[in-house]
């Protein structure tokens, strides 16, 4: 099962690449999707069942579609991606890469001075989890429909044609 | 959660139902006038059933909200900032020629965020709180999208906002892998005990402070304040001047009180350097403006220089100079751009420094509103800015805080430039007969009457700020 | 179940989430831009759900449910704002959409 974590990981970093590299959007789109199945499949080795089943259907299954969907209704053509050929050139990636690096340096620094620890003590049934939201975190769950809510009267309103 | 509870929260229930019964009205039958009125209706019985929640202790609302004192201050004053805002933006939006209704519940939706905010005790209200907020605000800012400043303060604002979401969300997490609790009060203890005082700690909070500063629009991380400030309708501006900031900065309050900052000299170092920052790029960099939407940008973010000040006070004094400096300030921004909403339409925006030339000879009463709030923001007698600058001066002093007074002072002095400025402008004689292009609107309308009060209360709180220093004295204890 | 360190779970959050920063500095097409964005977010989430099975709370799940909450009510308003970008400039270049001086 370790072993499944090192793969998954490998996956998700590389896909997560192509997608920053691609210059047509779609192409992007779809390494994007399989990098979020990767880390769904992570999930599941860290014993979530119920967030990988999530992450699959909303993230990729919903919220990359919505992506595509605007992507293909704006339609921009074979012209978008002589421009974007031409804004990418492999010498404008060495700043920020470096700086990515930098700050990656830093973050693992951090992160191999904490005690050590597994990185998961079983599997956490679907059931603790909707236990909690039911009970402590029930506002939460409120709040996120005001969310939801909230995001869709503004995306009503801006997308109308005046 | 049983009915004493829900009792205490009954302000957030009341402005969450609001905004349902507007939809369905809205559905039904489409009335500028209806939803105006019923607007209007539910943010009075939400700030009526503010004192429910009033008691000596702190009680925890399912673990991830608290209400006290301090938050039953800070509901009310974000519900008046609202009240406020809607009254002055009425004849605004009538002028828009879309849809007119949907403005109100985003409005009413963006301050039920910067309710949660300010009752949060929990990294998970913390976070729903900022994105109702926020997520409401990308629609008011690109409300009216016929002037193309609008979606490009609109993308700005929806880049950095997510941005900075991300960096705060990831901050969160390190400390919550450490600490194993997202509850603001375990936070406290567990963060006390020195098995836990590593750098991991330290380096979510600095992350969640990249957020939080984002929001308040602190040096570094005020690059969107100009450009967003200049390009959203002059009432969303104001809104987002006040109601946003308020109900963030109550939040850093409680979260950094509770945490104890005072005890971590690393935090302290950081929040002084950002406030001398603040203060003097905010006002340094407004003298070289023309547009009085951006001075008034710059000067926010200079103001909120002068709160953190306050902030960083650890005496008694300190978090009532927060408050009151608040209140004053709320008042102050909402009248300065509720004169730009009264004479703007949503499709001209009155915001270049020569439209508002010998202003004074053509609009008396007008002109003399600007004039009043853009002193109490420089700070001059017989304002409430000047009174809460004292206030804060002097819990300051209390903690020896000079570098801190001394920027306070020196960006003061640079503010009165051209806050002058713009005051100069308005009474210079007019030399020749001037096409105006401004719409001057009668004093009598709904805006004029709410502009009228907001001056009579920076004079008179000016004069005589004892009954707001009592309120504040009662409601707020040193740990909010 | 596992027996691998919780930090490898972080780090690869951590290298995610700079990609994501990464490409959020160097690219001028707004899609771009949004995506990197959700890339962060993703990596955000990450970082929780391995935090939380670590301590073997729900919390870090819930968490996660919220900030997936999040990020679909943020892209429904974003792509909303980038139709409407596209019918007034005619362009998805940020840099074309700057007029305002910063």
């Known amino acids: 099962m370790d072993v499944a974590f090192y793969i998954a990981a490998a996956v998700a970093i590389f896909s997560t690449i192509m997608t920053i590299t691609r210059l047509n959007a779609v192409h992007a789109l779809l390494y994007m999707i399989l990098s979020l199945l990767s880390v769904a499949l992570i999930f599941y080795t860290l014993g979530a069942p119920f967030i990988a089943a999530l992450e699959m259907i909303i993230y990729a299954g919903a919220i990359m579609v919505l992506f595509v969907f605007v992507v293909m209704m704006l339609n921009l053509g074979p012209h978008a991606v002589e421009q974007e050929r031409i804004l990418l050139r492999a010498t404008a990636w060495i700043a920020p890469a470096f700086l990515a690096l930098i700050l990656l340096a830093e973050l693992v620094y951090i992160l191999v001075q904490g005690g050590g620890g597994f990185a998961s003590i079983g599997v956490m049934e679907p059931q603790q989890v909707s236990t909690a939201l039911f009970g402590p975190y029930l506002i939460g769950v409120e709040l996120a429909s005001i969310l939801l809510l909230a995001g869709l009267m503004g995306a009503y309103h801006i997308g109308r044609r005046y | 959660m049983d009915l004493p509870d829900f009792l205490k929260i009954l302000p957030l229930v009341v402005l969450a139902g609001t905004t349902v019964v507007l939809m369905l009205v809205i559905a039904f039958w489409r009335n500028y006038k209806v939803t ?176 939080i500063g984002f929001k308040l629009a602190l040096v570094p991380f005020q690059y969107w304040t100009p450009d967003v400030y200049q390009g ?249 | 179940m596992l027996t691998i360190p919780f930090q490898h779970g972080l780090i690869l959050a951590g290298i995610l989430f700079s990609i994501g920063a990464m490409s959020l500095i160097i690219r001028r097409n707004i899609f771009f831009i949004l995506l990197s964005i959700e890339i962060m977010l993703n990596a955000a989430g990450l970082a929780f759900v391995v935090a939380g099975a670590h301590w073997g709370q729900p919390e870090g799940q819930i968490m996660f449910i919220f900030i997936l909450t999040m990020a679909a009510a943020e892209v429904s308003v974003g792509l909303a704002i980038v139709i409407q970008l596209y019918r007034r400039y005619k362009t998805l270049d940020v840099d074309a959409a700057n007029e305002m001086q910063g």
Not at chain 2, 73 to 83: D, V
Not at chain 2, 90 to 97: A, N, S
Not at chain 2, 179 to 203: C, D, H, K, W, Y
């Open chain 2, 36 to 211: 105006f009125f019923i607007t209007l209706i539910g943010l009075i019985v939400a700030f009526i059933t503010l004192p429910f929640g009033v008691s000596n202790k702190s009680l925890q609302i399912t673990s991830i909200l608290v209400i006290n004192g301090s938050t039953v201050f800070y509901l009310g004053l974000l519900i008046a900032g609202c009240l406020i805002a809607v009254l002055l933006s009425y004849e605004y939006i009538e002028k828009f020629e879309g849809n007119r209704e949907e403005y109100y519940i985003l409005l009413l939706l963006a301050t039920l965020g910067s309710s949660i905010l300010v009752a949060s005790d929990h990294f998970v209200s913390f976070f729903l709180g900022l994105e109702i907020l926020s997520v409401s605000l990308y629609g008011l800012i690109a409300y009216p999208h016929n002037l193309r400043q609008r979606i490009e303060a609109a993308i700005k604002y929806l880049i950095l906002a997510g941005a900075t979401s991300a960096i705060l969300l990831f901050g969160m997490a390190l400390i919550y892998t450490v600490l194993g609790t997202m509850e603001f009060s375990r936070i406290a203890i567990s963060g006390a005990q020195p098995g836990n005082q590593n750098v991991m700690v330290l380096a979510g909070w600095g992350l969640l402070t990249v957020g």
């Open chain 2, 232 to 480: 959203a309708p002059a009432p969303v501006t104001g809104f987002i001047a006040s109601v946003s900031k308020g109900g963030m900065f109550a939040l850093m309050l409680r979260y950094f009180s509770r945490v104890d900052i005072f005890a971590n000299s690393s935090l302290l170092a950081l929040f002084a350097a950002i406030a001398v920052a603040s203060m003097l790029y905010g006002n340094i960099v407004a003298l070289m403006q023309h547009n009085v939407k951006r001075i008034l940008a710059y000067s926010s973010i200079a103001h909120l220089g002068y709160l953190l000040v306050a902030f960083l006070a650890s005496g008694s004094l300190g978090p009532q100079a927060v408050a009151f400096y608040l209140v004053a300030y709320f008042i102050t921004t909402l009248s300065a751009f509720g004169v730009i909403t009264l004479i703007s339409t949503p499709e001209h925006e009155i915001e270049e420094l020569k439209d508002y030339e010998s202003l004074v000879w053509r609009h008396p009463i007008l002109a003399t509103i600007f004039t009043i709030s853009l002193l109490s923001l420089a700070g001059i007698p017989p304002s409430v800015g000047l009174i809460g600058k004292i206030f804060i001066a002097a819990a300051g002093v209390q903690s020896s805080l000079w570098v801190l007074l001394g920027s306070l002072i020196v960006g003061s002095v640079i503010g009165v430039f051209y806050y002058l400025r713009i005051v100069i402008t308005m009474f210079r004689p007019p030399e020749e007969q001037v096409e105006s292009v401004i719409s001057l609107p009668s004093i009598y309308t709904t805006g004029g009457v709410v502009l009228s009060l907001l001056t009579f209360l920076i004079i008179s709180l000016g004069i005589y700020p004892l009954p707001i220093m009592q309120i504040i004295a009662r409601m707020i204890s040193t740990l909010p």
